[in-house]
Each structure stands twice: as structure tokens, then as C-alpha cells.
């Protein structure tokens, strides 16, 4: 079970909004147990959130917020979005979600809005203000905390969890065999490499250069598609040297970045860059950030993007 941890890296606002920490396979085990009182009863049901929070709810909600693009994503995945009464600044996926009215910038809550829209739960996350949820529990609605994902069974425990909380149980093991299935399906494409092409991944781009390490969901990504982080060895999301990445030498950049103009021109010019081989091949890529970076139902998608930029010729058969 992941319990309740803010944590919040001011350099990553933007490529990074939604991550936390957690131990992936506890949490995949636990939210299975989590429910105590199935929703296909009658009366009333609890579900156990990531702040080990009992939240108990009188009937299946009608009307929900979501502070969170992945589990705005997942909602929608499960069948549950047209219930959606208030979203983020960044719900951009699907189209539908752009009609939500915003009611969160993902740093600040506008908690008297919330308040006043009176949904029957709001799905919270974990890089929130504690003292906002504090408010809106105050007020007397049904907050249930997900902890940002940060391993692939996260993803799985977050859609079962949610999936408890709507009464869609069916629907949320579908999901999670669909995601199974479409990694599955990269894995038989990838399982011929016998030599893994090496990888640097950039979500901030220069002068505050940052990449990612273990222990995140995007790591497991990147295992799964059939690559090697060069940073593999690192943890976490931190902070990269110019010196030691050009040390490493990756033969493919992968950038996510996607809020100054050609990241990846600005990639190709940075001055000493030029000894790098993905530099010198012109093995740049950009990827959509949104896939890669949230934990939600579209990992599977971000898995196959993954593998299909760096063995293109293993798609082409």
C-alpha cells in the first residue's frame, strides 16, 4: 500500500507534475484487498486509499473531480468520464476532457469551487497540499488519495482502485489485461535484440539539465520496450552533468520535453555535444510527453512508442 507523501521538485513542474514514491508490487497486492465491503452489495462499501485512509461511500458516486490528468485518463478508460465535474489545468486526454470545467492548476486547488460543485468523491494525489484536502474533508466530501504511480503495477493497483471505488470492477481488470496484452505484444517484437541500444531520456532541457532513474514508472517503461537508461543506475528523477553524460555516450536522446520551441534543435546544437553518437547520427527523438509521463491507461501505448523509436525496424515487418 503507498501512503500518503508529498513530494514536489520545483525544476519539473511542468514535464513532471504527477510522480510520487511507492513500492509498486506491495501496492498491486494490497488494493486487490483493499475493498471491504464489495460494491455489488447493497449498502454501503469502503475502499482503503494510498493514505491507508478508510473512505466509505453510501452508494457508487455520481459526480466526481479529478485533480490529476492520469486519473482523469483512467476514469474515462473505465467508462466513468461523462461523471467527471471538475479536472486540472492539463486534462487534455481524451477530447472529451477539455469541456471539464478546470478547477486545479495542479499547484494550487480552488477549493471553495470544489466546494460549491459538491461531487460524491474527488480522486486527490499526493503532490497536493495536505492542508487542502484537509478542507475539502472538512466540508464533508469524500476524498480518496491516489499516490502518483512509480512502477508499472502502481498503474495497475491505481485502475483497480479507482475502478472499486465507481463499482466498474470488470471494467478496471479489463484495462489492466488491455495494457498486459499491448506490452505483451512489444516484448515478443523486442525479445530477438541481443544487444540493448543505449539511451539517455531528457525531461528538462538546458541549463537545468534533468533526466530519469530506477524507481520510476518510467524506468519500468523503458525496460519493457526492450532499451537501456543509460541512467538505470541512478535513482529517481535528478539532476544530469553535462560531463558525465558525455561520458556515457547514449547512441539515442529521447526527449519529452515540450514547452520551449525545437527541443530537439536545441538538443543538436548544445556546445560539446558534438563527440556524443546519438548527436553525431542524428538519433534525436521527440515524444509526447503526456503519454510518457503519466501513469495511467496509456502506458502500454507509451511502452510501444518507446520501442518503435528505437528499433523502428522491428515495426516495419
Known sequence: MKFFNKKWMAPLAISLLLVGCSDGEQKATNDTDSKTNSTEESGPYTVVDDRGQEVTFEEVPEKIVSL?????????????????????????????????????????????????????VVFAYTTGEEAQIDQLESAGLKVFVIQSATSINDVYGDIEQMAEVMGVEEEGKQVVEDIQSQI?????????????????????????????????????????????????DQQGWFAVTEEDLITRNPEAIVSTVNYIEDPKGEILAREGWSTISAVQNKEVYLLNADIMDRPGPRIGEAVEMIAQTIYPELFNE
Do not use: C, H
Open 68 to 120: 490529476q490528468p492520469s486519473n482523469t485518463e483512467i476514469l474515462f478508460e473505465l467508462g466513468v468520464g461523462d461523471q467527471i465535474i471538475g479536472a486540472s489545468e492539463y486534462d487534455t486526454y481524451p477530447e472529451e476532457a477539455l469541456k471539464i470545467e478546470r478547477v486545479t492548476d495542479s499547484m494550487t486547488v480552488n477549493t471553495e469551487r470544489i466546494i460549491e460543485l459538491n461531487p460524491d
Open 184 to 232: 505483451a505484444a512489444v516484448q515478443e517484437k523486442t525479445k530477438s535484440i541481443e544487444q540493448k541500444k543505449k539511451v539517455y531520456f531528457e525531461i528538462s532541457p538546458a541549463p537545468d539539465i534533468w533526466s530519469i532513474g530506477s524507481g520510476t514508472f518510467q524506468q519500468e517503461m523503458i525496460e519493457a520496450a526492450g532499451v537501456e537508461n543509460i541512467y538505470a
